[in-house]
């Protein structure tokens, strides 16, 4: 079974860019999440999809990221435009249930 | 609002010496609580989902205890291949999923 990829691993961009991100969860997995990690801290959830619907988006910092599901299939969080503060090593799960997690190796990303 | 503490923040363990990591927690109503390895420059590695206290669960050589408080990850003989850091995350009882994690504990163990 393939796991969840994400890409691009990495990506740097100047402040005021745009960047989008991401998610190919693990086939036929109907819940997808989105979490990240600044530097310091700890792992935060953005925003969690059951198909192309989106169950919970409490976590989203502002209006300037926007998650969208095609289809219920990949996932895309673009960040418009980026700030330094949102540098940051983001996250990507899926799952069929509430119990079996996988995550992706993430994507690594800087604004300079 | 929910929070995960987890102590030590590193620890260094000689191969074969048994120790345990702690995961201090508070929640609305704990579902689950949640225990990840993640290696560098990779993803966080499910290991176990634990429901209530009392409950306790084994994976070669870790095994997860809770209880009402707090949670234990158990290392029994560690091996250099566990070296890596361990996450734990709570999930509350209610509508939403998400799982609110600790910083972690960098384990490294040395041969």
């Known amino acids: 079974e393939a796991g969840v990829t994400q890409f691009p691993s990495h990506s740097v961009i100047e402040k005021g860019q745009t960047v989008t991100l991401r998610c190919d969860p693990i086939s036929g997995h109907d819940n997808l999440y989105w979490y990240r990690r600044v530097m310091g801290k700890e792992i935060k959830f953005l925003l969690h999809f059951v198909k192309e619907s989106k169950q919970d988006e409490s976590g989203m910092p502002n209006n300037r990221f926007l998650a969208e599901r095609t289809g219920g299939t990949y996932s895309t969080l673009k960040v418009q435009p980026a700030e330094l503060e949102d540098s940051g090593v983001y996250f990507c799960a899926s799952s069929q249930n509430r119990d079996g997690y996988t995550f992706g190796s993430g994507t690594r990303l800087t604004v300079v | 609002e929910d929070q995960v503490t987890q102590s030590p923040e590193a620890l260094r363990l000689q191969e074969g010496e048994s120790s345990s990591l702690n995961c201090s927690y508070t929640?609305?109503?704990?579902?689950?609580l949640f225990w990840y390895r993640q290696d560098p420059g990779k993803g966080p590695e499910f290991l176990f989902t634990?429901?209530?206290a009392g409950e306790e669960k084994e994976k070669e050589r870790l095994k997860a205890t809770l209880t009402k408080k707090e949670s234990f990850l158990h290392i029994t003989a560690p091996k250099p291949e566990d070296s890596a850091t361990y996450l734990c995350a709570v999930q509350a009882a209610g509508g939403s999923e998400k799982l609110v994690f600790g910083k972690g504990t960098k384990l490294t163990v040395n041969p």
């Open positions: 634990l429901y209530s």
């Open positions: 929640v609305s109503g704990l579902r689950g």
